[in-house]
């Protein structure tokens, strides 16, 4: 059986900084962010990031996991909810909130990155919870019944691309739009939809690499 040895001091040190700054970097800038920034901004070489993370997807993991593991969160809060509409208006809001701070967490949500096991765990997590928050408020009636789970993937994207548009000059604008979307998803406003939801390959299909 292979003994992991902890890390020392200094090493352990260098790679809470790095993490550190990866996760304000890909805030700000998200996963396009360099490298070569995010060791500056930790104090260390950027030979050390390598020893420490020799692949990008193992410094996304290490900075965002914790962020999706808060989206995680998030959807089990709602899916505990005792009204089903406040837990799936909750979802959407809150989830689009994450959004809108985070520009590492949209660029997460949007497109899959390799070697996140932290993430892609918190993402299989998430399809359930938002299946289950769907499924709940398109039986108690709150919700049109032609909405789907990948149909609030798509909308999820387009409240994250607003924000991501208005951050410099008004901030909440996304606010707006939410609130017009969620109007748009009670019953009483729907009519049929023109062509039929995407299937969860052609999400994928759809993603950013």
Same mark, same amino acid.
């Given at each position: 059986?292979?003994?992991?040895?902890?890390?020392?001091?200094?090493?352990?040190?260098?790679?809470?900084?790095?993490?550190?700054?990866?996760?304000?970097?890909?805030?700000?800038?998200?996963?396009?962010?360099?490298?070569?920034?995010?060791?500056?901004?930790? /104090?260390?070489?950027?030979?050390?990031?390598?020893?420490?993370?020799?692949?990008?997807?193992?410094?996304?993991?290490?900075?965002? /996991?914790?962020?999706?593991?808060?989206?995680?969160?998030?959807?089990?809060?709602?899916?505990?909810?005792?009204?089903?509409?406040?837990?799936?208006?909750?979802?959407?809001?809150? %989830?689009?909130?994450?959004?809108?701070?985070?520009? /590492?967490?949209?660029?997460?949500?949007?497109?899959?990155?390799?070697?996140?096991?932290?993430?892609?765990?918190?993402?299989?997590?998430?399809?359930?919870?938002?299946?289950?928050?769907?499924?709940?408020?398109?039986?108690?009636?709150?919700?049109?019944?032609?909405?789907?789970?990948?149909?609030?993937?798509?909308?999820?994207?387009?409240?994250?691309?607003?924000?991501?548009? %208005?951050?410099?000059?008004?901030?909440?604008?996304?606010?707006?739009?939410?609130?017009?979307?969620?109007?748009?998803?009670?019953?009483?406003?729907?009519?049929?939809?023109?062509?039929?939801?995407? %299937?969860?390959?052609?999400?994928r299909d759809a993603a950013p690499r």
């Open positions: 059986m292979t003994t992991v040895r902890p890390l020392r001091q200094d090493a352990a040190r260098n790679r809470e900084s790095l993490v550190a700054a990866a996760r304000d970097a890909f805030r700000r800038k998200g996963l396009d962010a360099p490298l070569e920034e995010i060791a500056r901004a930790a /104090g260390v070489a950027i030979g050390t990031l390598y020893n420490r993370f020799p692949a990008r997807g193992e410094l996304v993991d290490a900075a965002l /996991g914790p962020v999706a593991q808060r989206a995680v969160e998030i959807a089990e809060r709602a899916a505990r909810a005792s009204d089903p509409w406040d837990g799936f208006a909750s979802f959407m809001e809150d %989830t689009c909130e994450l959004l809108a701070a985070d520009r /590492g967490y949209r660029d997460v949500y949007r497109s899959r990155v390799v070697g996140t096991p932290v993430i892609d765990a918190a993402r299989e997590r998430m399809s359930v919870l938002k299946g289950a928050i769907v499924a709940r408020a398109k039986d108690s009636g709150v919700l049109r019944a032609d909405v789907e789970s990948s149909d609030l993937v798509l909308l999820i994207w387009g409240i994250a691309a607003t924000a991501d548009a %208005t951050r410099d000059v008004a901030p909440d604008a996304w606010r707006r739009h939410l609130a017009l979307l969620l109007d748009g998803l009670r019953p009483g406003a729907a009519r049929p939809l023109p062509v039929p939801p995407l %299937t969860f390959q052609q999400l």
